[in-house]
Nanobody
């Protein structure tokens, strides 16, 4: 099994920045890519960004392109999401997840293991 723990969420003013972290443990050798998703009440869990663990290829949702940056620290087995120029519509619970392929899917059903999420709230 793979265990994922998100951290770094909180309250920030519009235009501000936050960096989310996702620490991975367990059988992470079977995970070739990881992604960030977010969910608000009444909405489906939406894709934010994904990255391949070895090659570092990335994929971003159009809504965050140019503002968010996904990265990973191989030595620490940690995934990051740097969020800049935050908007109120970015408010959501953010989840990290693993994918056993390196396809950088934007569909949540393609991911195998999920963290419990961290709340991000952006005030106007």
């Amino acid at each position: 099994q793979v265990q994922l723990v998100e951290s770094g969420g909180g309250l920030v003013q519009a235009g501000g920045s936050l960096r989310l972290s996702c620490a991975a443990s367990g059988r992470t050798f079977s995970s070739y890519a990881m992604g960030w998703f977010r969910q608000t009440p009444g909405k489906e869990r939406a894709f934010v960004a994904a990255i391949s663990w070895i090659g570092g290829n990335t994929n971003y949702a159009d809504s965050v392109k140019g503002r968010f940056t996904i990265s990973r620290d191989n030595a620490k087995n940690t995934l990051y999401l740097q969020m800049n120029s935050l908007k109120p519509e970015d408010t959501a619970v953010y989840y990290c997840a693993t994918d056993r392929t390196s396809s950088l899917y934007s569909t949540s059903s393609r991911y195998d293991y999920w963290g419990q999420g961290t709340q991000v709230t952006v005030s106007s």
